[in-house]
Nanobody, 120 residues
Framework: VQLQASGGGLVQAGGSLRLSCVASERIFSINDMAWYRQAPGKQRELVAT???????NYADSVKGRFTISRDNAKNMVYLQMNGLKPEDTAVYYCTANGIQIGEFLRRVYWGQGTLVTVSS
């Protein structure tokens, strides 16, 4: 598994969750990391991105509620989600743009996804 996401679960509206994602030690020179989500019956959408230097961008729908952060030494990215709404219900995926040992081209690696369910 190249990226492993965790932290999803069931939470009431207004609650908080923190997602974590660790990239395999086999992936190096990671620059951008990101979180995407896919709600049932909808297309996958970008939630937040963070560069290796810590610059962040967010989808308008989560600005002011979600915070992306990372630990470069541990190859980890986090998503702190506050003020959750039922419309935040989705499978959340983490990504890392890097190079895997044994390969020669930079590409985006994906985690397996973690389910977040927000009840009203």
């Amino acid at each position: 598994v190249q990226l492993q996401a965790s932290g999803g679960g069931l939470v009431q509206a207004g609650g908080s969750l923190r997602l974590s994602c660790v990239a395999s030690e086999r992936i190096f020179s990671i620059n951008d990391m990101a979180w995407y989500r896919q709600a049932p019956g909808k297309q996958r959408e970008l939630v937040a991105t963070i560069t290796s230097g810590g610059s962040t961008n967010y989808a308008d729908s989560v600005k002011g509620r979600f915070t992306i952060s990372r630990d470069n030494a541990k190859n980890m990215v986090y998503l702190q989600m506050n003020g959750l709404k039922p419309e935040d219900t989705a499978v959340y995926y983490c990504t890392a743009n890097g190079i895997q040992i044994g390969e020669f081209l930079r590409r985006v690696y994906w985690g397996q996804g973690t389910l977040v369910t927000v009840s009203s």
